[in-house]
């Protein structure tokens, strides 16, 4: 069929969605660090590195299910995952994705600056997110 209409995607090979969950655990750690090191005066950084490790997994998830990742904009990537999911994605993990990647504008282009008790918040939920992917991918 055709993809026009659809968000930007990219068909990929078998072995993409275990490359991808290898990066979404290394970006989840380096997150974690962070977050648990709690030395920070800003944990933008922390929050940058939680929405790449989330569409690492969201990647991993569609990869396995469909062969396609998500390309370019990160808004797209709900989008994708609820596409190829269907039914199957549940609200709160579908939610909690979406929220996360508004916080990623936010940090990144905005004023506002993640505070430890939200980035600790964000990483409990990835944490969730991350277990229900793996489950998947």
């Known amino acids: 069929g055709s993809m026009t ?12 969605a275990k ?9 989840h750690e380096s997150a974690r660090s962070l ?13 940058t590195l939680m929405v790449t ?8 998830v569609t990869a396995k299910a469909r062969g396609v990742v998500n390309q370019q904009d990160h808004q797209s990537a709900p989008r994708l995952l609820r596409e190829v999911l269907g039914n199957r994605l549940p609200e709160g993990q579908d939610r909690f994705f979406r929220k996360l990647l508004g916080r990623k504008d936010e940090v990144n282009y905005g004023t506002r600056s993640a505070t ?5 918040r964000l990483l409990l939920a990835l944490d969730d997110f991350a277990v229900w992917a793996e489950g998947l991918a």
């Open 5 to 16: 209409g659809k968000g930007p995607r990219k068909v990929v090979d078998g072995g993409h």
């Open 19 to 27: 490359a991808r969950l290898l990066q979404a655990r290394e970006f």
């Open 35 to 47: 977050v648990t090191l709690a030395q920070a005066k800003s944990y933008n950084g922390a929050v």
């Open 53 to 60: 490790a989330a569409i690492a997994y969201s990647d991993a």
């Open 116 to 120: 430890l008790e939200e980035a600790q």
